[in-house]
């Protein structure tokens, strides 16, 4: 990992980790030495980022020279706390490390007046009955839409059939209970959900949908729109 790198990764760990933060798991963090970690915190100091504390009482950011500042009402504030909580809950491993990443770089750029209010925010998520857990191929969906890349795939329909589709996944749905991919799929000719948990067999392919996204999504969400009660 080159200097750089290291850097951004302990000032990252300095915005998301409770703070004050100890040396010991700054240096957990971005694996390193402790020697290197004080040697690494001295470097970020001297770049303009204001981080007080020192050996032995842990380590506090108190302005991030990384970020612009931002202005958010109290309200505002409860609204992205309250959003990227219900994130880490609903996401997969990688979508719920970023909802906490956002939300330390979020409250890194606040004045310390708003950062008090955002780390004892008023709103919190919990709930009784929890999704069943984020299948394996939510990353490679995930990719696939950014990439605009069909996908191939062993689709279980509601019968209990099995068919073999090629898709062109447009955006992945947070239901209640289940997680839903709405695609064009190649083989009906048409739009489809498709359930994320009766997929099996996901591989990425070479072609390439692009520039066509947007435009059948937005198709998707007016043919959906148009249903008896517009909810498809």
Known sequence: ???????????????????PVT?????????????????DIAALRAGGALIDGEPGLGYTLT???????????????EALVLGLAEVQLAGDAALARAAEAAR???????????QRQAM?????IYRFERRPPVPECMALL???????????????????????????????VFLDKTLMLLAWCCLRQGFRRFRLEAMEEVT????SFRPRRVALLREFVAELKARPGGRG
Do not use: C, N
């Open 120 to 124: 004892h925010a008023s709103a919190q």
């Open 104 to 114: 330390a770089k979020v409250i890194a750029t606040l004045p310390e007046r708003l």
């Open 204 to 207: 990425l392919t070479a072609e």
């Open 23 to 39: 040396a010991e798991r700054l240096a957990e963090e971005t694996e390193v030495s402790p020697r290197t970690l004080y040697r």
């Open 142 to 172: 995930r990719e696939a839409v950014w990439e605009e890349r069909a996908v191939a795939l062993l689709y279980t329909d509601r019968d209990g059939s099995k068919t073999r589709r090629v898709i062109w996944p447009l955006s992945v």
């Open 63 to 77: 302005e991030d020279p990384a970020l612009p500042p931002q202005m958010f009402t109290r309200l505002e504030i």
């Open 1 to 19: 990992m080159s200097r750089a790198d290291r850097l951004l990764r302990l000032l990252s760990a300095i915005r998301r980790l409770p703070q």
